[in-house]
C-alpha cells in the first residue's frame, strides 16, 4: 500500500498560499524553489501526485505551462497527475493530467492503481490533504516552514488534527526553511 504525504510549504503563520491563491511569496524566499537533496529523494519515491484546481492552475499560470509544456516534466516527470475540480480546466499538452470531481474516496483507487508500488504526493491545497486526513488515507504531513508572513490567505490545513492524531517524527532545516515531518495515525 503507498503511503500518502502532503508535502508543501506553509508560512511562518501558517498559509499555504496568499487570498489570491498565490505562492510568489513562497519563491521570494531564499531557497523558495525547492531542488535540495532530501527533496529529490522524496521526488524519487512518488508514482503520483494528486492537487486541486487552485495548486493546478497558479502552476499552468506561474511557469506559463500551455505556451511551454515541455517545462512539465522538469517539475513532475512522466508521473500521473489526479487535479480535484468542479470546472473545466484545461491539460497541458503531453501530461498525464487526469480530471477528477468528488469525494477523494471515489478517486482512490483509481489513483492507487496508478501509483503502482510507489507513493502518492498530494501537492496542494490544504483541504485536498484535510479530505484525505478525514477519508483516513493521509499517512505523513511533511511542511517546510517559511522564512515569511502573510496577512491572511489560504489555510495549511484547516482541519483539527491533534496530538492523538499526528506524531512528530523528524525535524531538520533545508536552508533558510524548518522542515517538520509528521505521521498521522489512523484511529
Avoid: C
Amino acid at each position: 500500500m503507498p503511503k500518502v504525504t502532503f508535502y508543501t510549504a506553509t508560512t511562518l503563520n501558517g498559509f499555504l498560499a496568499d487570498d489570491h491563491d498565490s505562492l510568489d511569496w513562497l519563491f521570494a524566499a531564499p531557497g523558495g524553489e525547492g531542488g535540495d537533496a532530501d527533496f529529490q529523494r522524496f521526488l524519487d519515491g512518488i508514482g503520483v501526485l494528486v492537487q486541486g484546481s487552485s495548486t493546478y492552475e497558479w502552476v499552468l499560470e506561474h511557469e506559463d505551462l500551455l505556451a511551454h509544456p515541455e517545462k512539465w516534466p522538469a517539475f513532475y516527470g512522466a508521473r500521473p497527475t489526479f487535479v480535484f475540480t468542479t470546472r473545466d480546466l484545461p491539460a497541458v499538452d503531453g501530461a498525464d493530467v487526469r480530471f477528477v470531481r468528488g469525494a477523494v474516496t471515489d478517486a482512490w483507487p483509481a489513483i492507487l492503481e496508478a501509483s503502482g508500488d510507489r507513493d502518492v504526493w498530494v501537492v496542494g491545497g490544504g483541504d485536498l490533504a484535510g479530505q484525505f486526513a478525514d477519508a483516513g488515507l493521509l499517512d505523513e504531513i511533511r511542511v517546510s516552514i517559511a522564512p515569511a508572513t502573510l496577512p491572511s490567505g489560504k489555510p495549511l490545513l484547516p482541519r483539527a488534527l491533534g496530538a492523538d492524531v499526528l506524531e512528530l517524527t523528524a525535524v531538520r532545516q533545508a536552508g533558510a526553511f524548518a522542515e517538520l515531518t509528521y505521521t498521522v495515525s489512523h484511529a
